[in-house]
């Protein structure tokens, strides 16, 4: 299919009409309540229902107004898109009897799709209506932000703790001191093991990373730890550390110095959020402009319909 063709799937009808809507009604189930629709109790399907029925309408609005001449959505993109979502659910058979299930079929599906991709072009087009950021505005906004600019070091640490709980025989005190001083002379023999063996022996809800911790700034861990992690240079294990928890050893991976950067660092950063919040306005802005025109409307066809009531 032709990069260059444009997709034409923006004519009205009843069945196009309730796909966008099933499509909506089963992108907002996922995303509020990570079930489709069917598996929703009736609280959360009316949340469902009344939130794609609204979404729906603004849609319809964005399309219809004059800013949706400005934007082009091609066929390949559609495709693009589409093919994003058979891979995402797994192959293209079952993809479409999860459509036909829904009332679906493969055009209305990317009917749909494309509807709600021109929607996001178009505000995307809105935004980039913004104003330019300037030098000025700039160098004013880091004067006043100098201080939160500034990041402390920081440190990535992987940890091992074994628990002392005198109910279990592998945690008494005195197992619980073996059993980490046989890791540490494991480690220091062999310090690349450090991961492997946090991620066997450790007690601690890091394990799961292989005992990876943070980057953490100083004083986040415990008193002693956070002594130890911040004494020790790239690569160097602790020594063995006593809490209330049970037996420690930390090993320091990487060291993140601190940072005060100069405007010329901070600005691209500045700049972009600065124009993500004009951006951000100005799509609020067009869409509330949207709304009220369209309430506008309705008292206009509300005050014609009462007058014709009257004669």
Request: hydrophobic content about 35%.
């Amino acid at each position: 299919m032709a990069k260059d063709k444009e997709s034409n799937r923006f004519d009205g009808g009843t069945a196009k009409e309730s796909a966008a809507l099933s499509y909506l009604s089963l992108r907002i189930s996922m995303e509020r309540f990570g079930r489709p629709p069917e598996d929703l109790i009736e609280e959360e399907l009316a949340q469902v229902s009344k939130a794609a029925k609204d979404e729906l309408m603004l849609h319809n609005l964005i399309l219809a107004s004059k800013e949706a001449e400005q934007v082009t959505v091609y066929e390949a993109t559609v495709e693009e898109a589409f093919e994003a979502s058979v891979s995402s659910f797994g192959d293209l058979e079952a993809f479409r009897d999860e459509l036909r299930s829904r009332g679906l079929d493969e055009e209305l599906y990317k009917y749909a799709l494309s509807r709600e991709l021109k929607v996001h072009a178009i505000l995307d087009w809105v935004g980039n209506r913004a104003k330019e950021v300037t030098e000025e505005e700039l160098t004013t906004l880091y004067e006043e932000n100098r201080e939160k600019l500034k990041t402390p070091e920081t440190r990535l640490a992987r940890h091992i703790l074994i628990t002392v709980n005198p109910e279990y025989a592998e945690n008494t005190e005195e197992r619980a001191e073996g059993r980490i001083k046989k890791l540490r002379r494991e480690i220091m023999k062999k310090p690349e093991r450090f991961g492997e063996l946090a991620k066997i022996h450790s007690e601690c809800p890091s394990s799961i990373k292989e005992g990876l911790i943070g980057p953490v700034p100083e004083g986040r861990l415990f008193p002693i730890l956070n002594k130890l992690l911040f004494s020790m240079e790239s690569g160097e294990t602790s020594p063995i550390a006593r809490t209330e928890m049970g037996y420690h050893l930390i090993r320091c991976e990487e060291i993140n110095p601190a940072n005060n950067p100069t405007l010329a660092e901070a600005a691209p950063k500045l700049k972009e959020s600065i124009y993500k919040q004009r951006a951000g306005r100005e799509k609020k802005e067009f869409i509330a402009k949207l709304l009220a025109a369209k309430v506008k409307e309705q008292g206009k066809e509300k005050g014609a319909a009462e007058d014709e009531s009257i004669q």
